[in-house]
């Protein structure tokens, strides 16, 4: 596991399967910025690029947290056991991945798609990013709602 302490800004780690943050990803960073208000960003190196969880708006994670503390997967994660049956986020992450984005020939898109998702409706405080190997910047992936249809939108 990670060790964090009140001096902790961000941490790093990899994922050597190319796989995007998962649901302990998240809430490790909901839980570190909730106990000490100071890590505000978690990156994930896979050979693919660098995905980034950021602190948006540090009162809604703390709320995010308080609420979905005990949501992590016991199980190894993947995109089935993103989040512990039954919980609220598992709910959410099952009808965002299974529904919504199922369209999404890359899975790794389709993942970070119903993570965007996620986090909105959870109005969680945390944005989601992944810079390319070959780019230079950091892509922000989220989601709005259209005329009642989930849209996805991701920012170059």
């Not at 529904?99 to 389709?110: A, P």
Request: negative net charge; hydrophobic residues 35%.
């Amino acid at each position: 596991g990670v060790v964090t302490s009140f001096t902790t800004v961000s941490t790093i780690h990899n994922h050597p399967n190319k796989t995007p943050p998962s649901g302990v990803d998240l809430l490790n960073l909901a839980e570190w910025y909730a106990k000490n208000s100071i890590c505000e960003s978690s990156y994930i190196y896979t050979e693919d690029g660098i995905y980034m969880l950021y602190v948006e708006d540090g009162d809604k994670v703390k709320s995010f947290y308080a609420e979905h503390a005990g949501s992590a997967s016991e199980e190894g994660p993947s995109v089935i056991n993103m989040f512990k049956s039954g919980t609220e986020l598992s709910k959410i992450w099952n009808k965002a991945y299974g529904t919504d984005f199922r369209d999404f020939n890359n899975l790794n898109e389709r993942h970070m798609m119903a993570l965007a998702e996620l986090l909105r409706q959870t109005d969680a405080g945390i944005r989601i990013l992944k810079k390319e190997e070959t780019s230079t910047n950091f892509d922000v992936y989220s989601t709005i709602v259209r005329n009642e249809k989930i849209v996805p939108i991701n920012c170059k």
